[in-house]
């Protein structure tokens, strides 16, 4: 099926931190945007997001709160995969990406 990917911001953040990234989006549709699904690619992400109808020309948000204790350090990528009900059938997918420093012990 035809996917459409949204880059978001890079994070940094150092172990046993939650960080919140923030994807912002306008319905440039005539019609009301309604998100039927949306859905983190992994455990570490948890995802929020606009509920109920976003009128043409409206804004929505997608927060996506990513734990680094669930990750591991070093370089991440993220998914977040976003249904709708959009006429073309389009999954969407948000990424973040970052680097979660090792932790230091004493």
């Given at each position: 099926y035809p996917?459409?990917?949204?880059n978001g911001p890079g994070i940094s953040c150092n172990p046993r931190y939650r960080t919140n990234i923030l994807f912002e989006f306008t319905?440039?549709?005539a019609n009301p945007l309604y998100l039927t699904e949306v859905k983190p690619g992994c455990g570490c992400t948890v995802a929020d997001y606009t509920k109920g109808a976003i009128p043409a020309g409206g804004k929505g948000n997608i927060t996506a709160s990513f734990d680094s204790n669930k990750s591991h350090p070093g370089t991440v990528a993220k998914n977040i995969f976003v249904t709708a009900n959009t006429s073309n059938g389009i999954t969407h997918t948000l990424t973040f990406n970052g680097e979660i420093q090792q932790l230091k012990t004493p």
């Open positions: 996917r459409h990917t949204s319905n440039t549709g």
